[in-house]
């Protein structure tokens, strides 16, 4: 298991806890970054022909996007792969050993002493002529400094250094797992530049009032996912979490709120989700809210309230609002984003948006309903995205 080396700080009790313990390192598995990134080549099997990969929150000697990208360099097509880490990690050489046989000073305890590294990869063969190619191979071709590169970075390997900024203008795709708490600034570095990325974020980044728009103008997306909706990562810092979230077995630790983001396409992004008539779905409500309405309309938006996913109305034309994880099986040919309803989104929304939904800031005898939340029998719901469908014209 190796460690995506960012220091990673996820949204929830377990994560708010380890961020106070400063515990809060946690490790990408390799099968999901396999899983996400074989999802990109299945839709366009030249996604990263001839292209710099930059992983630049990535210990080369723990992480398992190093691994994938090197593993699969010549099958890949890459043009260069470019690693660089903050510092090392207290668990050396867990994946692959770069240390040369020899006296060095730069060398503490197997590998080098506490300083931001970089790594260039050109080129990747059977260096060791044993008749397969492993990390073994790219072990001995750095140690020879043949084609590829391995130096100490001048500064603390910041994403947002000078040094770390040159070395992003040269790549093309950026891919990574980057810290949760710099996510606002880390996409907003990677739209200024240009770049194609696939990270990792807590869903909660949706509603952030920098990444919606990026999301609803359709420059950024949710990625293939995790095996059904759940995460695992892997920590060194073993501690008391909640029921069902620790396995001391395998040592990983089980979320629920983070997801791929990307702008990259994939296959699952245009698959139609399936709907069912209103009345068909004024059943189903019934029987999950135990209602007598099903459909029922805000009381600040020119919208309807639809709780699930699977109860989007088909023959409904208006706008509804539905819940966040709707995003995990958008499909941008099937349904129009209009914006957000959330306790920030009166403050974004464009003006002309508003009077479309004909929006009514303060809703009389409304319990605790913040600014541009949705309100339904005076009662606020959780976060919705509102939505229309896509219509073809006759």
């Not at 500064?155 to 040159?166: A, K, L, N, T, Y």
């Not at 790549?171 to 194609?196: A, I």
């Not at 501690?239 to 395998?250: I, L, P, Q």
Request: with cysteine; net charge positive; proline share 5%.
């Amino acid at each position: 298991m190796s460690k995506v080396y960012n220091k990673v700080r996820m949204a929830n009790s377990n994560l708010t806890s380890a961020k106070k313990a400063k515990n809060d390192e946690f490790y990408t598995q390799f099968p999901d970054i396999q899983k996400e990134m074989e999802a990109y080549l299945e839709y366009d099997p030249d996604t990263f022909r001839g292209k710099v990969v930059y992983c630049n929150c990535d210990d080369p000697f723990e992480s398992n996007f190093f691994r994938y990208f090197v593993l699969n360099f010549n099958r890949l097509g890459l043009k260069r792969l470019i690693t660089t880490s903050y510092k090392p990690s207290p668990i050396a050489n867990t994946q692959l050993s770069l240390i040369p046989d020899v006296e060095d000073k730069t060398v503490e305890k197997g590998r080098p002493k506490p300083t931001a590294n970089k790594l260039i990869i050109n080129e990747v063969s059977d260096y060791n002529n044993d008749g397969s190619f492993s990390l073994a191979d790219i072990a001995e071709q750095l140690k020879a400094n043949k084609n590829n590169e391995w130096t100490p970075l001048a500064g603390d390997g910041d994403f947002r250094s000078q040094e770390c900024i040159e070395l992003l203008k040269q790549s093309d795709v950026v891919v990574t797992n980057p810290p949760f708490s710099l996510f606002r600034e880390y996409v907003s570095q990677l739209v200024e530049h240009g770049k194609k990325f696939s990270i990792i974020g807590n869903m909660n980044a949706i509603t952030y009032k920098e990444i919606f728009p990026l999301i609803k103008e359709n420059k950024m997306w949710l990625g293939n996912g995790f095996n059904a909706g759940n995460a695992y990562f892997a920590t060194p810092n073993v501690r008391d979490f909640a029921s069902g979230v620790y396995d001391e077995k395998t040592g990983l630790v089980k979320f629920r709120n983070v997801n791929w983001f990307t702008n990259i396409d994939h296959g699952r992004r245009h698959q139609p989700l399936s709907l069912m008539t209103m009345a068909d779905n004024q059943k189903f409500n019934k029987k999950v809210q135990k209602s007598d309405t099903a459909y029922k309309k805000y009381d600040n938006y020119d919208a309807i309230e639809v709780p699930f996913t699977d109860a989007i109305p088909s023959d409904y034309n208006g706008a509804m609002g539905v819940p966040i994880s709707f995003l995990d099986k958008y499909n941008p040919d099937q349904f129009e984003i209009l914006w957000q309803a959330s306790g920030n989104s009166y403050a974004n929304m464009p003006k002309d948006i508003l009077q479309s939904l004909k929006f009514i800031p303060n809703v009389p005898g409304a319990e605790g309903a913040g600014q541009g939340v949705g309100v339904v029998g005076r009662r606020k719901v959780y976060s919705r995205i509102l939505i229309k469908q896509k219509r073809e014209e006759k």
